[in-house]
Each structure stands twice: as C-alpha cells, then as structure tokens.
C-alpha cells in the first residue's frame, strides 16, 4: 500500500558521537537528484520525487520552542522513513533508543533503514543496534522478545564502504530496487566524466605545450634530437595515462556497473602520484586538473583528498606547486574553512616569492587566482577592508598578465563591484560592476546567463542607491536575458521578480508589484518544490504590496504562510521571523487595527533582540519602524 504523504522524506537519529556521519548523511542524500527517468515511479513509498528533501536531523534542526518532547515526536510522525546511524554510542543511547521505538510505533517497522558507521552486531563489546531496532514491538508498544533481524547499510572499509551504503539507503528511501539507482548513476557519471577527460585533455596538453615553449628557450643549446626524445616521452607520458584512466576494472573480479567517475577520477589520481613521478611537470597539473574536476562536481571532500594526499609533491614542486595550493585554497574556502583558505593561499604566495621568472605573466595569473580566493574569504568574515585590499591586487595581477582572460578580469570586477554596494559605496560599485557588464557582453552575447547576472548586480546596486528608473531598466533586462535562456520555473528568475516587484512598490505602482512578486513566488514554489525561506521572503514584500492596495486579508494570508515556509526551511528562530512580525504590524497599522499592531511590533521586536541584540543596525530601524506607526496612533 502507498505510504502517505508525508513532511520529512526521513528521519536522522543517531548519537552525539557520530555527528560527523549524520552531516555527511544528511548532506549527500539532500543534494542527491534522483535521475530524470525515474522521477515519477510509482513505488510503495509513493512517487519517485526529484530531491529526498526535507530531511529531518534532529538536535540540529529544532525550533527554538524550548519543548524538545513534542517537537521530537512531531518530526518522528510527520517522518516518512527513519535513517537509523549504527554505533556502540547509538547502541548505548537511550535518547536513540526512544526514537526507535516511537517511530515504530508510529508507523511500523518497514521504513526504518539503518546505517553501520562503527562496531559489530550482536558483538557483546560492539554491538551497534539499539535494542529498539534488535526486538519486535509488542501489542502493548514495549520491545517484546522476538529479534526483528535487521538489514543495515555498511559503510565501514571492508564492507559496503560509503558510496555503496548511501546508495543503499537511497533505495530504501525512494522504493526503488538497488541495481536500478546504481546502474543510472553510472551512466550519469559516464557522461560527466566525458566533460572531464575532454578539459584533462586540453589541460595535459596545455602543459605539454607549455613544457616544449620552455625548453626551447631555456635550452635552446640541446640537440634537437634530445628535445624531440624528451617531447615524445611527455607525450607518451601523457597517453598512457589517458588510456590507463578509462581502463575501469576487470570484470572477473569488479563489477563494471558499479564503476563511476568517481571511481576513475579517484584512480587517475592514485596513478598520478605515482606513474608519472619522472614527469614532475605534467603530474602537477594532472592532479590539480583532477582536483579542479572534482571541485565543479561538488566533490570538495574528494578534491581537497586528493590534493592533501598529494602534498610532499606539491611541495618538492616549490614555485610549480603554487597553482594546486590555490585550488586547494578554492576547495577549503568552498568548504566554509575560511580561515584555512586565507592561509592556503599566502603558503601558495609564498611559493611563488622563490620564483622570480615569470615570462608569460603565470605567476601572475596564478598570484592572482590566490588573492581572489583571500578576498572572497574575508568577505565573509566581514573583514571588508581585507577584501578589497585583495580585490584590488587580484584586479591589477590579472590586468597585468598578458595571458590573462578577460572574463577572470570581470568576475573579479563583479565580486569587488558587490562588495562595494554591500558596504554602501554604490558610486564606486556602478563603476566595478557596469566595466564587468561591458567586458561580459563583449565575451559572450547578450544572450547568455553570466550576462543576466551582472545585469541583476547592477539592479541591486542601483536599487540600494536609490535610483529606481535606473534600478527599473537594469532588472528589465536582466529578465529579458533570464526569459531566453532559463526555464521558467529557475530560481534565478524569481530572484529577479522579486526585485522587480520592490522596485515597483517603491516607484508607487503596486499593482505591478503584486503582479511580479506573485510570479516569483510561484517561480520559487515550483523551483524547490518544498517549504523555502526565500518562498518566505517574496510572500512578506507580496504581502505589503497587497497592503497597498487595501487588501489586507490577502496580506495577512500571505504572511501566515511566509511563516510557515521560515519556520520549515530554517528549523529554528530566525531574525526573518522578527522582520515578519513587525511588517504584520505596518500591514495592521495601515488598515487601522491599531491594538494588534502594538503587539506584534512588541513580538517583533522581541524577536529581533534575542537573535540579533540592541545593537544590530537592522533592530535599530525595525525599532524605529514601530516607533513611527505607534506615534501616529497617539
């Protein structure tokens, strides 16, 4: 029979001990795409969806109600399935005992898929399955005596290991035989994996040129016999590791369908290391192609794996090892490790001091590449001076690189530009950002997406500034580019709708606000398909342009349900839960509802202090906000 729709696609319970594998379950099976064909099937758990998304994970995902019991069996009951994280520390766990046990309860033992990260069933020094998952429930709710013999995942080494146990609770999750999802991936990633061996391709060959230029210059003196033995051996070099790539397995003892880009790009670099360790020049790049591809895959765990593991050859490399210690830099700061992005890219600087020869301006390139990633690092630490400081440098190396392509010169443009108008100088940042847009439209057309976005840039910058005519015609033609090469229902467009409609409630015309803001939110429900803070968003601004026009029903409905979508997709109290109180607050103001308006500016408030404090710019105005409302009530 098919289960019944529920909130959460799963449930994560697992002990304190084996947080790191719950953040890396809940990651990997949120960003997993079930493949286009199979979204859809009709299977016991229903239809096949697009994303398992939401996945609930508890102790990280609580609104801050302070009632930890009823939010717990609330998200146990509007679970779907319960992804169950096996470890002595989980056996031992009678908070994960509990949670067993009231999801059975709740809903039977056929949806609960458990996950061997440590210890040994039934070892009496390890075991790793609570009792709740060991026994059988009795008529009474209580563990009787009956074993359930549970099946689990195995991630251990030896075992299933990670990707095929993920996979494993992937198919529990959606209801889809195993084989099936394993055999789609695999041709998911034969095709990614065709990008890659293309751009690893121009890259070896990239270097291989490089290497020939070099040598001629430098010893120019040499026979050219030895130059062309030396030039067929690089290549030769080159060739066998091509052809050693796509040599997969050997079917006697691996199953090929089990084989994945993963798996070759992690075995291109084992044999990197090692094959090519007489080519010190094309094994460098190689590994740092190999950890790029892993980096525009999202595989930053991977990259910076592969890298790491790498690390006694970068360093013998000295100056040559600079440019892998900015890609590691890039997969540090990917990672949120800020800190350690900054510092990876000054080791990749330092490197680079050693080497005074820079013929074809890579060193700047590569010196370049190292202060974007640094700028970009202290930008989100707020260190603003920092990052501009670095964009600066970033901006003049690459000007200063005759090899230097002029779409990294915009981007670095675009990113100073942002940071300019986030910080309040919007003259400066029209002059960054509207240079990108002119070097952008020259590279590509005025067809093409990176395009749209330096247009929306500007917008913003100009809607901020407030200059609203010129705010108005940068967002038109953002869209305008949107409409020819987005899907309809692509966030990026909604992001856009959603301006245009401030634009137009500040310009007075709230009919065409409402008109905007309501297609950027239905863009933004059939994007995500579930609950979403930017849903949220758009529905508090839709609901003040509603205002505008007298309807203030419809805007209170809209803010109810902006509500909903804060509390689902944040999981927590959140300063936008504040920021919608005291704009129900204007919305019953207007309408002369005076006495709840008070209250809510008072709950608003409220909110705002206790997850941002007094002294926050944004409490001070939303406090000035209900001042003024309250004053005209006296």
């Not at 490399?317 to 800190?339: E, H, I, K, S």
């Not at 000054?346 to 590449?369: I, S, T, Y």
């Not at 970009?376 to 440098?393: C, E, I, R, S, W």
């Not at 949220?536 to 203030?552: F, Q």
Request: aromatic share 6%; net charge positive.
């Amino acid at each position: 029979m098919t289960a019944e729709p529920k909130h959460y696609r799963a449930f994560i319970s697992y002990s304190h001990a084996d947080k790191h594998v719950a953040t890396w379950l809940h990651g990997a099976v949120e960003r997993y795409h079930v493949p286009a064909k199979l979204v859809g099937t009709e299977t016991a758990l229903g239809p096949v969806p697009k994303r398992l998304t939401p996945i609930f994970r508890d102790r990280d995902e609580l609104p801050a109600s302070g009632d930890l019991s009823f939010e717990l069996k609330s998200a146990l009951e509007n679970s779907l399935c319960l992804l169950l994280i096996c470890s002595p520390s989980a056996a031992k766990s009678r908070w994960v005992n509990e949670e067993v046990k009231s999801f059975k309860r709740m809903h039977g033992e056929g949806r609960i898929f458990a996950l061997i990260a440590s210890g040994e069933p039934g070892h009496p020094d390890s075991e790793c399955f609570p009792p709740a998952l060991q026994y059988t429930l009795g008529p009474d709710g209580e563990l009787s005596d009956i074993p359930a013999e549970p099946i689990a995942a195995d991630m251990r080494k030896g075992k299933d290991g990670k990707r095929l146990a993920l996979f494993k609770l992937l198919a529990g999750l959606t209801g889809l035989k195993l084989d099936l999802l394993v055999q789609r991936e695999a041709a998911r990633r034969a095709r990614r994996l065709a990008i890659i061996a293309s751009a690893s391709v121009i890259g070896m060959f990239g270097a291989l040129g490089l290497a020939y230029y070099a040598n001629t210059q430098r010893i120019a003196a040499i026979e050219q016999r030895k130059i062309a033995e030396t030039e067929s051996a690089a290549a030769r070099a080159a060739a066998d590791y091509l052809v050693g790539t796509f040599e997969l397995a050997n079917p006697a003892t691996e199953n090929p369908r089990t084989i994945t880009a993963l798996t070759i790009l992690g075995r291109s670099a084992d044999r990197a290391r090692t094959e090519l360790a007489g080519q010190p020049a094309i094994q460098l790049r190689l590994l740092d192609t190999v950890a790029r591809a892993y980096n525009n895959l999202g595989l930053f765990d991977e990259a910076r794996d592969a890298l790491e593991r790498s690390k006694l050859i970068i360093d013998k490399a000295g100056p040559q090892g600079a440019n892998a210690m900015v890609t590691l830099a890039t997969t540090l700061y990917r990672q949120g490790n800020l800190d350690g992005a900054v510092r990876t890219a000054q080791v990749a600087e330092a490197k680079l001091a050693a080497d005074p020869q820079d013929n074809d301006g890579r060193n700047r390139q590569v010196r370049a590449r190292a202060r974007e990633i640094m700028a970009a690092a202290y930008t989100d630490q707020t260190a603003n001076a920092k990052a501009l400081a670095a964009y600066d440098q970033a901006l003049a190396l690459f000007r200063a690189s005759p090899g230097a392509k002029q779409t990294d010169i915009a981007r670095v443009l675009n990113n100073r530009g942002l940071l300019l108008s986030g910080i309040g100088r919007y003259d400066d940042a029209r002059k960054s950002l509207s240079e990108a847009n002119q070097i952008y439209r020259l590279v590509y057309s005025d067809a093409h997406l990176t395009v749209g976005q330096s247009y929306f840039a500007i917008a913003t910058n100009e809607y901020y500034a407030g200059k609203l005519p010129e705010a108005q015609a940068q967002i038109e033609r953002a869209l305008a580019v949107y409409d020819r090469v987005l899907d309809p229902d692509n966030y990026i467009r909604a992001d856009a709708l959603m301006l245009e409609g401030q634009i137009a409630r500040d310009q007075r015309r709230p009919a065409d606000a409402v008109k905007a803001l309501t297609q950027a939110v239905d863009v933004y429900r059939k994007s995500f398909g579930k609950p979403h803070y930017l849903i949220g968003t758009a529905e508090v601004y839709l609901a003040l342009a509603l205002s505008d026009l007298g309807r203030t029903s419809e805007a209170l409905r809209q803010l109810d349900d902006a509500k909903i979508n804060y509390d689902v997709s944040y999981g927590k109290l959140h300063p936008n839960h504040g920021d919608l109180m005291v704009n129900r607050a204007v919305i019953l103001a207007k309408a002369g509802r005076h006495a709840e308006a008070r209250g809510n500016c008072a709950k608003g408030l409220a909110i705002l202090e206790k997850t941002m404090g007094k002294s926050d710019g944004f409490y001070k105005s939303s406090a000035a906000t209900c001042a003024a409302l309250m004053a005209k009530v006296a």
